[in-house]
């Protein structure tokens, strides 16, 4: 029984990372998310942790999801139209309103504090 219900889950999880662009599962591995689902232009990243802070929550958007965007595959947020960085047990953390385009704009400020007010401008507590 156990057998069956640990199956269950490692195909249920597989499932729910099929369901995201190859480069940004791999930009996000780093982090080593629990799981990953875009479900309707929502994309939802649930991590391994606690709590997510605003520094975790501004390296996965300016490192793991924006990064495959300002190296030319904007294809990879396709679709999308917000991100939420969730905690593990999905009650906590940050929700990202925007997309390929919002990763644009968040590019082309020209020093590190412009990007973090925009950034945060764009987003919303979870």
């Not at 269950?8 to 689902?37: H, T």
């Not at 990243?45 to 958007?61: G, K, M, P, Q, S």
């Not at 990064?67 to 969730?86: C, E, H, R």
Request: aromatic share 8%; proline share 2%.
């Amino acid at each position: 029984m156990k057998k069956t219900i640990l199956i269950l889950s490692l195909v249920a999880s597989f499932d729910a990372f099929s369901q995201v662009s190859e480069s940004l599962v791999k930009s996000l591995s780093p982090w080593s998310p629990i799981s990953l689902k875009n479900a309707n232009g929502d994309l939802i990243i649930v991590l391994d942790e606690h709590r997510i802070t605003d520094t975790i929550y501004t390296a996965i958007i300016n490192n793991g999801l924006c990064m495959p965007v300002w190296l030319g595959d904007k294809d990879t947020l396709a679709n999308v139209k917000s991100v939420a960085v969730l905690n593990k047990f999905s009650k906590q953390g940050y929700l990202f309103e925007g997309g390929a385009d919002t990763c644009v704009k968040l590019g082309e400020f020209s020093s590190d504090k412009q990007s973090e007010v925009y950034l945060m401008g764009q987003s919303k507590i979870y």
